[in-house]
């Protein structure tokens, strides 16, 4: 959440509540270039504190390209950053993306590009769609498809990339946990805490986040990992209430938890399996709702909800099994006609890596299925494969436009960009 307001401070200047900030605290520069300066306030801190999630979930959109530096800013596609060279030419210390345009069109200026960059550089520029309408430069969220800032996007960020997780190659039989007999959510749940990534306060305290570091179940001990899932009283009680406390003892000579974890699965069958990892799960939801509800839950609670999240879950799977077949038969891809009176186009991308290039085809056939007008254009550069689709469906609808076709329904097949698209218009 302070991760929220930290953006909005850099992506919405306009904002009254950006403006009182900047006006206090960073009147000469932007929120990324800002110091804490002396004596903040607790907000201010707050706030500034989650600025590094800012920069790594930025990206620019880019407009004329007169407002974006061209050093240390993000705005080739892939999300990277090109940080100044130690011995650069003054002159092109202070160039902005404009100055790698053509003069009279909005295209790379390939040439004058090579001149500066290597070439995996470059190529990462030639890569970067420029769109005509995109007219302002503007900050996007480069996390979501929508560019949209989100806080799910923004946690997946600190979890995966900001907090350093190198020198964490566990070696482990992972393939004991992705072939475990439960929910996905449950095997990403201990992956990410065989990979120490779970935010224990001990993990928050080591990663700079000022908070207390007492276990917030049982207010005696640190809360790390060890104890939170196995050392504190908490944890004994539910391991006991399941038989395994002994055996679990037996596993403490590791110190730490991916050890323990990966010793275990190794003498569980796969029935202990499931549920030693449910319990894992649900003794952290246990823990959250502690710190962010100040719900109590007795260790029955705990053990209830692992047991009933992996028992709905089978029964879900056994009933998926049974209807598998004729669910894919169901599902069988197949051209259907319009209604009555209505068009249908469809559109399609492909890509091409070695040109560089988009192809989008689109067909408009009528109520009886028979074809009217098809229509190929190649787009440059190449895009991921939701943009491509996107881009196709913005050139089927001028296209459809033009030809003053009405009654036209639109078919494509990515089910992000249809999703987008009716956030979008129908919001
Ligand atoms: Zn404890």
């Given at each position: 959440?302070?991760?929220?307001?930290?953006?909005?401070?850099?992506?919405?200047?306009?904002?009254?509540?950006?403006?009182?900030?900047?006006?206090?605290?960073?009147?000469?520069?932007?929120?990324?270039?800002?110091?804490?300066?002396?004596?903040?306030?607790?907000?201010?801190?707050?706030?500034?504190?989650?600025?590094?999630?800012?920069?790594?979930?930025?990206?620019?959109?880019?407009?004329?390209?007169?407002?974006?530096?061209?050093?240390?800013?993000?705005?080739?596609?892939?999300?990277?950053?090109?940080?100044?060279?130690?011995?650069?030419?003054?002159?092109?210390?202070?160039?902005?993306?404009?100055?790698?345009?053509?003069?009279?069109?909005?295209?790379?200026?390939?040439?004058?590009?090579?001149?500066?960059?290597?070439?995996?550089?470059?190529?990462?520029?030639?890569?970067?769609?420029?769109?005509?309408?995109?007219?302002?430069?503007?900050?996007?969220?480069?996390?979501?498809?929508?560019?949209?800032?989100?806080?799910?996007?923004?946690?997946?960020?600190?979890?995966?990339?900001?907090?350093?997780?190198?020198?964490?190659?566990?070696?482990?039989?992972?393939?004991?946990?992705?072939?475990?007999?439960?929910?996905?959510?449950i095997k990403n749940f201990i992956w990410r805490l065989c990979r120490n990534c779970i935010p224990t306060r001990a993990r928050l305290i080591q990663k700079g986040v000022n908070c207390p570091d007492i276990c917030a179940l049982c207010e005696n001990e640190q809360e790390n990992n060890l104890h939170i899932f196995l050392l504190c009283n908490n944890a004994k009680e539910i391991w006991k209430s399941v038989g395994w406390w002994n055996t679990l003892q037996t596993h403490l000579q590791h110190n730490n938890i991916a050890d323990i974890i990966f010793s275990v699965l190794q003498v569980f069958n796969s029935d202990q399996v499931s549920l030693f990892m449910v319990l894992l799960w649900s003794i952290w939801q246990q823990r959250n709702d502690k710190v962010w509800r100040d719900k109590v839950e007795p260790f029955q609670h705990v053990r209830a909800r692992a047991i009933n999240l992996l028992t709905d879950w089978k029964g879900a799977q056994n009933h998926k099994n049974l209807h598998s077949q004729q669910r894919q038969h169901n599902t069988a891809i197949c051209w259907s006609k319009p209604p009555t009176g209505r068009y249908k186009c469809n559109i399609d991308a492909s890509f091409s890596k070695q040109q560089n290039k988009v192809g989008i085809g689109m067909c408009i056939r009528d109520d009886q299925g028979r074809f009217v007008l098809a229509k190929t254009e190649w787009l440059s550069p190449i895009t991921d494969v939701d943009i491509g689709e996107a881009l196709g469906l913005l050139s089927a609808l001028n296209w459809v436009h033009d030809l003053q076709l009405e009654n036209v329904d639109f078919e494509l097949d990515s089910r992000n960009v249809v999703t987008s698209f009716h956030i979008v218009f129908w919001k």
């Open positions: 959440m302070l991760g929220k307001q930290a953006w909005k401070l850099q992506a919405n200047p306009g904002n009254l509540i950006t403006r009182l900030f900047k006006a206090k605290y960073f009147s000469r520069s932007d929120f990324l270039s800002s110091s804490i300066g002396h004596n903040p306030s607790y907000v201010w801190r707050s706030i500034w504190s989650a600025k590094f999630i800012v920069r790594g979930g930025y990206k620019w959109s880019i407009g004329t390209g007169y407002d974006i530096p061209v050093w240390d800013n993000r705005w080739v596609s892939d999300g990277s950053v090109f940080t100044r060279p130690l011995q650069l030419d003054p002159m092109l210390s202070y160039l902005n993306v404009s100055d790698l345009l053509m003069a009279n069109a909005k295209k790379w200026n390939m040439p004058l590009i090579c001149s500066i960059f290597d070439n995996s550089s470059a190529t990462k520029i030639s890569q970067t769609p420029l769109l005509e309408s995109v007219v302002e430069d503007k900050l996007i969220w480069r996390l979501e498809k929508n560019g949209h800032y989100s806080v799910k996007s923004a946690y997946r960020y600190c979890i995966n990339e900001a907090i350093d997780t190198t020198g964490l190659q566990i070696p482990g039989q992972w393939n004991k946990i992705w072939r475990a007999e439960v929910p996905p959510k």
